[in-house]
C-alpha cells in the first residue's frame, strides 16, 4: 500500500531531538493550544520533497493521513492536497475545499494553517460567495477562526481587502494570543498594499485591539508613527 510506504520513508527522518525542541515550540504541553501533538522531528523541505513525490496518493488515502497523531504526517498530508488542488479541475477543486473545511479538526496547529489556508481556501473562493470565511470567523474553534483570517491572504495579493478587514473587526476582541497574531499579520499585509487603507481600520480599532494585534500590524511602520500608535497619540499622526 502506498501510504504504509510513504510512512515507512518518513520516519527515516525523524530526529527525536528535534521531535523534543519542536513540541516545546509548537507549545504541546499540558493546557498549552496544541497539547497532546507529537512531532516526530522531520524538516520542512523534507516534507515538501515528499509531497512531490506522493503528489498522486489518492485522496482518500491523504485524508487518512491528515488524521494521524503524528504532527507531520498531517503536515504532509496537507501538502499533497494542495499540490492535488493546484493540478486539479473545479469540480476537483471544489471537492479538495470541501474535504479541507470537513476534516478542519486535524488542521490543528498554526503552521498547518497558514501553510495551506490560503492555497486551498483562499483560492477556490476568489470568485465565489464567501460565506463560509465568516462561518468559520465565528467557529469556537481556534483553528477555524484562524483558517478564517489567513484564508484572506489570498485577496489580499490581489488587492483585494474587504473580507479581511471585516473578518479583522468580527475577530477584534478575540481571546486568543494566535488569533490576534494573524488578525495583525493579515493587517499589516494590507498595509503593505494600501498603508491608507490599513490605517483606516487602525484609527477606528487601534483603542480597543488586542497589543499583540496592533504590534504585528504595526511593525513596519516608520518608528515615530509606530510608538504614536502604540502610544495613543493619533492626533500627531
Not at 494566535?178 to 491608507?196: F, N, P, S, T, Y
Request: a positive charge; glycine letters at 6%.
Amino acid at each position: 500500500m502506498v501510504i504504509k510506504k510513504l510512512k515507512a520513508e518518513l520516519r527515516k527522518y525523524s530526529d527525536k531531538e528535534k521531535s523534543k525542541i519542536l513540541q516545546r515550540f509548537f507549545k504541546t504541553g499540558p493546557g498549552e493550544y496544541a497539547q497532546g501533538d507529537i512531532f516526530l522531528g522531520i524538516n520542512a523541505p523534507v516534507l515538501r520533497t515528499l509531497a512531490k513525490r506522493y503528489k498522486c496518493l489518492a485522496l482518500n488515502q491523504a485524508l487518512r493521513l491528515l488524521k494521524s497523531r503524528f504532527h507531520e504526517e498531517r503536515l504532509l498530508a496537507l501538502l499533497i492536497l494542495m499540490l492535488k488542488y493546484r493540478g486539479a479541475d473545479l469540480p476537483g477543486q471544489e471537492k479538495i475545499y470541501k474535504e479541507y473545511l470537513n476534516h478542519s479538526k486535524y488542521i490543528n496547529n498554526w503552521d498547518l494553517v497558514d501553510v495551506t489556508a490560503k492555497h486551498i481556501v483562499g483560492d477556490f473562493l476568489k470568485d465565489k460567495n464567501r460565506e463560509d470565511l465568516y462561518k468559520l470567523a465565528r467557529s469556537d474553534s481556534l483553528w477555524e477562526r484562524r483558517i478564517a483570517i489567513v484564508s484572506t491572504a489570498y485577496f489580499i495579493g490581489n488587492n483585494d481587502f474587504k473580507d479581511t478587514l471585516k473578518i479583522a473587526e468580527a475577530l477584534i476582541c478575540d481571546k486568543h494570543d494566535l488569533i490576534h497574531k494573524a488578525v495583525g499579520w493579515m493587517l499589516r499585509e494590507v498595509g503593505k498594499r494600501d498603508m491608507d487603507c490599513e490605517e483606516m481600520f487602525l484609527k477606528k480599532y487601534c483603542a480597543i485591539m488586542p497589543r499583540t494585534m496592533l504590534r504585528y500590524a504595526i511593525e513596519k511602520f516608520p518608528e515615530g508613527k509606530r510608538q504614536a500608535y502604540l502610544k495613543g497619540y493619533l492626533g500627531i499622526i
